[in-house]
Every structure is written in C-alpha cells, then in structure tokens.
C-alpha cells in the first residue's frame, strides 16, 4: 500500500513538472496584477511608499493563495491550445475565491492598515485579464499558424452545431488538412451569418454554382441528424458539382456529442436508403434478455452474427452460436470475445437438419431465448434444388422446434422473408411452409413460437449490394433484373434491433411484419451504387437489364390479404393476424415432407406445398397466362 501511495505521490509531481510552465507564468502574474491595482488605484502615479512596503508584505500571501486555489479548480490543467468556456470558467472561479480568502486573510493579519479596500476588486480584475488573455492570445496564434498552412478548399453543408464542431477540428488539425470557404445550409435565418469566421453564404441548392465561383475541392456534409430524404437531396447537389464529397457518421453513431474531420468518411447506402433511427423500449428488452441463455442459429450469418452482436450487449448470461462454417463461427466468436469479455459464448459447428447434434446442443445448453436464423436464401439456385431448400429451411425449422418444445424454451423466433408472402420461389414458400410449421406448435406447450418477416438486408450476404460492389471493382457492366424491380430494404443493425423487440412482445402465434418504409427501385440502388464509388452510371460503368429469373418477381410484398394487420404500439413493428391451419393436418404433411426429402421423392414434396401453400400454383399460373398472352 504505501508502494502505490508513492507512486501516486511521484506521479503527481512528475504532472506538474511537466505543466512548469504555466504554473510559472500564473505565479508571475499575481504580483502584476496585485501591484497593478495599487498602481490603478493611486491614477498611474507613484504609490506611497507605507502602501508600497505594505504591498509588498503581503504579496507571498497572495502569491500562496491564488497558486492554491488555481490548483484546486485545475487552472493549470487547461491546454491553452484548446481554450475554452470550461478554461475561463475555472479562471473566473478560482480568481474570485482566492480574492476573498486573500482579502480575510489580510483583514486578520493587518486589520487592512496602508491597505486601500478597492485594490482587491480591482486586483481580481487585473488578475482575470491576464490570466485570460495570455491563453486566448496564445490560442489564436496557434490557430493563425495553422490556418496559413495550405489546405483543400472545403464548402461544409450544414451550419449547425455539427458544423461548428467540425471547423474548430479543422482549425486545430496540424499540418492543416482543409481550408473552410463557406457553409450552406436551407435555414435562411443563417444566411449571412458567420461561424468560426466562417460565412453562411447560400441555400443548399446553390453548390454547384458556389463550388466553381470559389474553385472548392471538397464538400463535407455536416448533417449528422439528416434523414435518408435530405441525404439524397444533398448528394443529388453534390454530384452536379462535380467535387469529391465526404460526410460525418449519422447523430446516433456519434455518441459523444463531437464532430471530428477524423470521423468524415465516404457517403454510403445507409445514409440514402436508411430511415429515420429506431426508437426502442431497451428496458424491456434488456429485462427480457439479460441474464439470460440465448441460442442463435445461423449464428455465422449476417443476421445471425449481427443479432450475436446485439444480444451481447445486453449481457446475457450464456450466447449458443450454431454454425456449420467453420471460419465465420471462429471469427465471430473472437470478435465477441474481443469487445464482450464478459459475456460467455459456446461455438457450436452444427447442422440443423442434424436432428441428433440440435437434440443434444439443447439437452447440454438449454436455451431460455432462440434465434432461428440458419436458412437457404439463394432464390434461383434455389429454384432448381426443391429438395435441399425444403430439407433445411423447413425440415430444420421443425428440427429446433421440436428441440425448443422439449427443452422448455420460452420463446423462439423464426427470421422470416417477404418472400413468404404470395410465394413465387422455392425459397419464399420453404420460408412459408416454416412459418405455418412453428404456427402449429404455439398450443402445444408454453414455448411462445414468433415469427419475424421483413425484406432485404442491406450488406446481407447474397444480396444485391455484395454482387453490385464485386461488378463495379470489375468496371461493369452491373446486371439489374429489370427496371421496374422494386424490392424493401432495412439495414442489418435495424433489422435485428426490431427482431429484439417483436421478440420481447411476442405471446406466440404472431407474425411481426416490420415497416420497411417505401420499396426501392433496385435500378436506381445499382445507379447510386454507380455514383458513390465515383463513377457515372451508363457512362463509365454500364447497366444492364438481364430479365426476370425463375423465381422472382417485380415487387415483393409484407403481408397477405388474408393477414389483417394490427398495431403492436410499436412504430415500426406491425402485427400480422396468423391465417387458421389445421394443426393436426399440418403435422401429418410435415411428417410426410420429413420423410420425401430422406428419399428424393419430388412428387409428394410438391403435393404437400400445393397443398400448404396453395398461392404459390396460384402465382405460377398467372405467370404463365402473362407470358402466353404476351
């Protein structure tokens, strides 16, 4: 113990050696000031000599109080480089604290003989000037050192406190990076205005003309808060200005209230197809999975690993990662590890068609809470392999199920696609057949079955976005199904921080449909995909229409007609109503679905799913009609 108290001790000292400097300097203005108040004091002529000795007897004293006090408020510990409000304010109240102890200090010593009373107001005045003076002379040399430093010439759209922030970076970054010329910002109360030194100079919709007149290299947007409307609007200006672009992280990304130039980063698809952020009742789900044994399927998966990643955050006492590949289970699992070291992780390699290995991960790990996110979702190569699509979209499903049943899981969520709705693939109605599969257990224990149905995935691995990425690092052409194809899209945190709260609301039986906002045309994706890495779409790269493939079609819905939907209270989680199945019909079929896929027996696979999932024949006649009358 007195080892560390040492160590303390020789720390401190170290401190404030290093800070000798400005300890010096405000030692040495005290007696400035001081003997500036009697010079004040007596109108800039000499100071009698019985006030002068008398002045000087004191001055230790005042000396000792003030060094005392600077140190008590951590006057000493502002860098004068980042003088700020905090700084003048600790100033202000150590000056005025140690004036009054100096002031009672000389009354007890002196009963104030040869000493006027006006000097300690006047003393604490002088005392303020200097010390606040040298450190914001200090700072505003500093800043014009770095800004005569040549920079990129920089136009920032947003003239909020985001903007603010992000010119003081920029002035204080050495060498300096950027040059601010001029804000915009739609506010035309700003008009005019200056921040920083800096001039509101326009609208928004003026950067194209202002980048030329003032030859800008750069255009930083500044609107953290900006929803994915506004966002577009901007880059829409951005691009007919022809200037490289860059933008800060949205506002809920920027946890600490500052904007930095180290922050700024390329516009990407988030911010264009993205929504307004995700309002949560975390209590709830905290209380519903803290401190819980939680089991992910397809724990490996972009789903998957992003709900590992949220669910760690909410401290459960067990997360159960079920995997068949190897790499992204290893990868995962340290990733947890890295950033959750207080969470416990079973990496588990595991098929859920395996009906033995799931039986026995449940016996060993019984869950309280399950993710079933393990599925195929490949749609044209899909198409072509029945078999293997039934086999473990819903021959696995059924698996977990049954393993959640006899392990008295409270609640299981099955992770659901769009594609269930209206099936026109294999893969939409192995999707259906499993939300009518976990629907049939919900009365047959107390495991609450959901199931949570929403569109595509931003990032998702198979979508869209990795195939248009891969297309345009090859230079094009990128291939679009056709130009009218409108399909939703969420990204992968939201995605799964709504499947968190359905799956805390959830009694069992519902379908949670998630708001997916309006649907995206995918040839306009493929074009801002196009712009965004920097190139002109039809231009530099191409954009080719490949027609419809076996499986898909123009625009996917999120419920039946069938499903009257309701509100769950929630603004962006809707309640489908379950359409009625037979349960005990439903069991037979699965029984002889399980049974067709062990012998490859297509026939009985497609009677049972004309059966379940009568509008998907429905679909494919009116597609045929279509093309023959066509």
């Known amino acids: 113990m007195k080892q560390t108290v040492f160590d303390r001790l020789l ?10 400097p400005v300890l010096l300097h405000d030692a040495l203005v005290v007696p400035i000031a001081w003997l500036g108040a009697y010079w004040f004091r007596f109108n800039l002529d000499v100071i009698p000599g019985i006030f002068l000795g008398q002045a000087l007897a004191m001055l230790p004293l005042v000396i000792f109080w003030h060094l005392v006090f600077f140190a008590v408020f951590g006057v000493h510990r502002g860098a004068w480089r980042f003088t700020a409000i905090p700084n003048l304010w600790a100033i202000l109240k150590s000056v005025a604290v140690g004036t009054a102890v100096v002031a009672i200090s000389i009354f007890f010593l002196t009963r104030l003989l040869a000493i006027p009373r006006s000097v300690f107001p006047l003393h604490a005045v002088f005392l303020i000037g200097l010390l606040i003076g040298s450190r914001v002379l200090y700072r505003l040399f500093r800043d014009r050192q770095v800004s005569k430093a040549p920079g990129k010439r920089v ?30 910002d739609d506010d ?9 030194g800096v001039r509101v100079l326009d609208r928004c919709s003026a950067l194209p003309q202002l980048v030329k007149l003032l030859r800008a290299e ?19 200006y951005c691009e007919k200005a022809e200037v490289p672009f860059r933008t800060l992280p949205k506002v809920q990304n920027i946890l600490d209230g500052t904007a930095r130039s180290a922050d700024l980063r390329t516009v990407g698809l988030d911010d264009l197809l993205g929504r307004e952020p995700v309002s949560l009742d975390w209590q709830t789900i905290t209380q519903a999975m803290g401190g819980r044994r939680v089991l992910i399927t397809g ?10 990643r949220q669910v760690a955050r909410l401290e459960p006492s067990q997360i159960i990662l079920v995997e068949q590949n190897e790499f992204n289970l290893y990868s995962l699992g340290l990733e947890i590890k890295d950033h959750f070291p207080g969470v416990e992780v079973a990496q588990l390699l595991g098929d859920v068609c395996d009906k033995a290995a799931v039986e026995r991960i449940f016996s060993n790990y019984p869950p309280d809470i399950v993710f079933h996110a393990a599925a195929y979702k490949h749609v044209p190569m899909l198409q072509e392999q029945a078999r293997e699509t039934v086999r473990n979209n819903v021959i696995g499903t059924l698996i977990v199920a049954r393993a959640a049943l006899a392990s008295h899981t409270k609640t299981m969520a099955l992770i659901s696609t769009d594609k269930a709705v209206n099936p026109t693939s294999m893969m939409g109605v192995s999707k259906r057949l499993a939300e009518i599969a976990v629907h049939s257990f919900n009365r047959q224990s107390a495991t609450a079955f959901v199931t949570v149905r929403f569109g595509n995935v931003l990032g998702s691995a198979g979508s869209v976005v990795p195939l248009f990425e891969r297309q345009i690092r090859a230079g094009g052409p990128i291939t679009v199904t056709h130009p009218d194809m409108t399909r939703y899209f969420m990204t992968i945190a939201e995605a ?14 519902e379908i949670f449909v998630l708001n997916m906002g309006e649907p995206v045309k995918v040839d306009y994706l493929a074009r801002q995909m196009i712009r965004l890495s920097g190139h002109i779409p039809g231009e530099e790269i ?3 229409y490949t027609g419809l493939r076996p499986g898909e079609k123009l625009a996917e819905e999120l419920f039946h007609p069938g499903e009257n939907l309701t509100d769950t209270g929630y603004e962006k989680i809707l309640l489908a109503e379950n359409r009625p199945v037979d349960e005990k019909r439903v069991t037979e079929l699965m029984a002889e679905l399980d049974k067709a896929c062990n012998v490859y027996n297509y026939q009985v696979i497609d009677a049972i799913v004309s059966e379940l999932v009568p509008e998907y024949r429905l679909m494919d006649e009116q597609t045929e009609t279509i093309a023959d009358t066509g």
């Open 11 to 20: 720390a401190h000292g170290r401190y404030f050696f290093s800070r000798w």
């Open 155 to 184: 136009l920032i759209v947003g003239a909020g406190a985001a903007g603010d922030m992000l010119v003081r970076d920029i002035r204080r970054t050495q060498p300096a990076i950027y040059e601010p010329i001029g804000f915009l």
């Open 188 to 196: 035309q109360n700003k008009k005019g205005t200056e921040i920083q």
């Open 218 to 236: 750069l255009i930083l947007i500044a609107i953290p808060s900006a929803n994915s409307e506004q966002m577009r609007g901007v880059v829409e």
């Open 299 to 308: 724990g490996g998966g972009s789903i998957g690993s992003e709900l590992c």
């Open 496 to 509: 799964c921080q709504l499947i968190l709260q359905a799956c805390t609301i959830g009694k069992g039986g």
């Open 542 to 544: 191409e954009i080719t």
